[in-house]
């Protein structure tokens, strides 16, 4: 049963997106370092990457969901999304559509959405992390069970507002990146600073 499990949570389909999901992570951890016209482009490119890889986890069933715990605590949501709403001052809220189909909708927020995005990757990444492979393969569950129901929509609400900003020629700040006196930015990013993710 552990080798069925072994290879679920080993498959490539699973590495590709963890790999994506720390991307996401230490890109919204580090903000700051960003102008305000680069967090929009590679925003838009990861999290429609991101997406796309969610598509292709696979569909299993939990074992146990009573192990499966939370990590991100509201303090950390209200860091990142107001370290986010900092960056985005001036385009932060859009309209959001609800039901396409009903017509519906309302003003939401960019930056709560990226800290939404934010919890659910961290809290997945976290039980990866920490578990055997019947606690993996929960986090894979829970984490495909809230792409549908949940995070997924916020991705194509969000990928929305982020090309019309960068298609549209909005006025986006390129000189706000704060500078930091010693590199606090994520290994992949000091690495690789142009990176379009285009090889994920």
């Known amino acids: 049963m552990t080798d069925d499990f072994e290879k679920i949570v080993y498959s490539d389909e699973v590495i590709a ?8 992570c230490d890109m919204v951890d ?24 969610a598509l292709s986890l696979p569909q299993i069933e939990p074992i146990d969901t009573d192990l499966i715990e939370k990590t991100v605590t509201q303090e950390e949501w209200d860091e990142v999304c107001n370290a986010v709403a900092s960056k985005l001052a001036g385009f932060d809220s859009y309209a959001e559509t609800f039901d396409p189909l ?8 960019l930056s709560e959405g990226f800290a939404d995005i934010f919890q659910d990757m961290k809290d997945y990444l976290s039980l990866m992390q920490m578990g055997s492979p019947e606690m993996m393969n929960d986090a894979i569950w829970e984490c495909v069970n809230n792409f549908k129901n949940y995070w997924g929509q916020r991705v194509v609400n969000i990928v929305r507002v982020l090309h019309h900003l960068i298609y ?20 992949w990013e000091r690495g690789n600073a142009q990176s379009d993710f285009g090889d994920e």
């Not at 997106?17 to 996401?24: D, E, I, R, S």
């Not at 580090?30 to 890889?53: E, G, H, M």
């Not at 009903?102 to 927020?109: F, I, N, T």
């Open 17 to 24: 997106f963890t790999a994506l999901a720390g991307k996401y």
């Open 30 to 53: 580090c903000v700051a370092a960003f102008s305000q016209r680069d967090f929009v482009d590679k925003s838009l490119r990861l999290l429609s990457i991101l997406y796309v890889k």
């Open 102 to 109: 009903a017509g519906d909708g309302a003003m939401a927020s």
């Open 168 to 187: 549209s020629g909005a006025p986006l700040k390129t000189d706000d990146a704060r500078t930091f006196e010693r590199d606090d930015r994520p290994s």
